[in-house]
C-alpha cells in the first residue's frame, strides 16, 4: 500500500490537468515557436558552412588548375559557398587548408609557400626596411597574388550571421579573377515575365491584381534574403495590426522635492541634520559677528 | 639523476600516457596492472625512439570493458526491448603526433574508428583542436558518420596530472540505470530536479559521462564522517 500523503489534497490540479493541453495563452506559442525557429535555422546554416569548408579544403577538384583563370564551374560553387560565411568562418577555412599542407586561396591547387628555415620567428625584407614575423603567418598562401585574391574575397563578406541576415546585402562575392567575361556568362539569368495582358473580364482582373500582390510578397522575401520554402523571417503572428492607444493618468507628474531647510545643510545625511551638527552650526551663525573679536585677547 | 638521462618530451609522454591507462581503469576498462604502474625506465625502453623522443605512433592501445562496466552500461528493459544491449565497446585511443589537428586528420581518424569497428575513440593531441573541428565534433555524436559511442579529445597537458588524486577532487561513481531508477524511487525525485554537473567538467570528462547520467558523488564529511550527492549530467 502506498504511503498516504499528509499533505491538504489539491482539487485544482486535478481540474487543471485537462485545460493544459492547449496553451493558456497562444501567443506563448507563438513566441516559443518563433524563437526556436530562429535556432533551428542557426543550427542548420552552421551545419552548412561546416560542410563547405570540408568541400572546400579540397578544392579546386582537378590538381592543373589556375588561381588567375578558375573554371567557371569551380568559381560558382566557391562562390555559393562562401555567401553564408563570416569573416571568421573564412579565416578557419583557411588554418584548414593549412594544416592539409594547401595554399590559404581555396581556388589555389599549389602547396603553401615553404618558409626558409623552421625558427619560430622570420626576418622579412618590406619596403620599410626588415620586419620579424611568425613562421605560421609566413606560411599561409603560395604566393602574394593568392593572398591579394583570397583576401579581395574575406572582405566581401558581411560580418552578421547568415542566420540574422535581413536583405539581398552581401548575396554575390566578386572575384578578382582573369577571365571575368566567361564567369558573367556562367550566371543564372533571372527572366522577367512580361505584362500581362489587360483583359475586359472583372475576375481576371482581379485574380491578376492577386498574381501581382504575390508576387510582390516574393520579391520582397527574396529582397529580405530568404530562399523559397526557407522559413519566413517575417512572422505576421507575432505583429499585430491593432492599435491600442495609451491614455495619460490625469495628475500630471511632480518632481521629487526634499524638505527645503534640511536639504541646505552641509551636514545632512539624506536629509537628516545629526543634533551635534546642528547645534554647532547655529551657534557658530549666531557667534559669526561677534566671533573674531571675541577671542581676541583684550 | 633521472630527469637528465631522459628528455623532457620523452617524460611528459609518460605521464600522459600513464594518466590516460589509470582513465581507462577508472571507467571500468581492462587495463593491465603493471601498464599503470610502468616505471619510466620500462618506458623508455618500450616507446623512446633513437633520438630520445616519445615515438606516439607506437604508443596507441585499445581497451575491452570489464563484465561490470558492460552491465553499468546495459539500459533498463523495456517493454518494447526487453533485451537491451550494453552501449559500450572496444575503445580506441590513438596519440597524435601532428603539431595542428584539423578537421582532416579528425575525420581520418573517425573513418579509422568505423574501419575497426571500435564502439568510441578518444584522441590525445598534442595542442588544442581547431575550432571547425570542435564544430565537426560537437555534431558528431548523433551523427551517423561517426562511431556510435562519440569521439572525445584531449590535449596532452590535460593528462599531465592526474586530477582524481587529488585530495580536493571527490570520488565520483557512474550509477547503472538500476540504481538511477531506485535512487529517484528512494527520494522520490524526477531527474531533473537532482543537482546537476556539466559533461565539460573536468571530471565528468575524464570518466566520460554521457548526457542523463547521474554520478554519486562522496566526499568527506566533517560531522557525518561521508556525505554522498547525486548530480545529473547535462
Partial sequence: MPPKSILKKTTTVSTNAPGRTKPLNPRHLDVALHHANILEERKRVERQVLESIMTLMDFPASPNADAKRPTATDAHQFREAVVPFQPADYDALIEERNIANKCGYALCPRPKRKARSTARKQFVDTDHGVEIVDRKVLEVWCSDDCARRALYVKVQLSEEPAWSRQGGYGDTIELMVENADEHQKALPLRLKEGPTSSTNDDEDDLAAAWAAREDAMTDLAVERGEKPGQLSKANNDLVQDQITERFATNVPPQPPSLPSQSSEHTMAIEGHVPRSDRKDEEKDEDDDPQDWDKHLPG | ?234
Avoid at chain 2, 587495463?31 to 619510466?40: H, N, P, R, Y
Avoid at chain 2, 539500459?75 to 580506441?92: L, Q, S, V
Avoid at chain 2, 573517425?110 to 595542442?127: A, D, E, P, Q, R
Avoid at chain 2, 551523427?143 to 571527490?170: A, C, R, W, Y
Fill in chain 2, 1 to 234: 639523476m633521472e630527469g637528465e638521462k631522459y628528455q623532457p618530451s620523452l617524460i611528459r609522454m609518460w605521464r600522459v600516457w600513464r594518466t590516460a591507462k589509470e582513465m581507462m581503469n577508472d571507467r571500468g576498462y581492462l587495463v593491465i596492472e603493471d601498464d599503470m604502474t610502468l616505471s619510466l625506465e620500462d618506458f623508455a625502453q618500450k616507446y623512446a625512439r633513437e633520438d630520445g623522443e616519445p615515438d606516439r605512433s607506437r604508443l596507441n592501445f585499445s581497451c575491452q570493458p570489464s563484465e561490470e562496466m558492460l552491465l553499468k552500461y546495459t539500459p533498463a528493459p523495456t517493454k518494447k526491448e526487453p533485451n537491451p544491449t550494453p552501449e559500450i565497446g572496444t575503445i580506441w585511443i590513438e596519440f597524435n603526433s601532428d603539431e595542428n589537428v584539423g578537421l582532416k586528420q579528425l575525420r581520418d581518424y573517425m573513418g579509422h574508428l568505423l574501419n575497426g569497428s571500435f564502439y568510441s575513440g578518444i584522441m590525445v593531441t598534442v595542442k588544442p583542436m581547431t575550432g571547425m573541428a570542435i564544430r565537426l565534433l560537437r555534431g558528431a555524436t548523433g551523427m551517423s558518420d561517426g562511431p556510435k559511442g562519440g569521439v572525445e579529445v584531449f590535449v596532452e597537458q590535460d593528462l599531465l596530472v592526474n586530477i582524481t588524486k587529488h585530495e580536493l577532487v571527490p570520488k565520483h561513481v557512474l550509477l547503472s540505470a538500476e540504481e538511477k531508477d531506485q535512487l529517484l524511487q528512494r527520494y522520490r525525485l524526477k531527474q531533473t530536479q537532482l543537482p546537476r554537473i556539466q559533461s565539460t567538467d573536468p571530471v565528468a570528462k575524464y570518466l566520460g559521462l554521457r548526457r542523463g547520467a547521474v554520478v554519486k558523488i562522496i566526499r568527506k564529511s566533517e560531522t557525518a564522517g561521508r556525505y554522498a550527492s547525486y548530480r545529473w549530467v547535462i
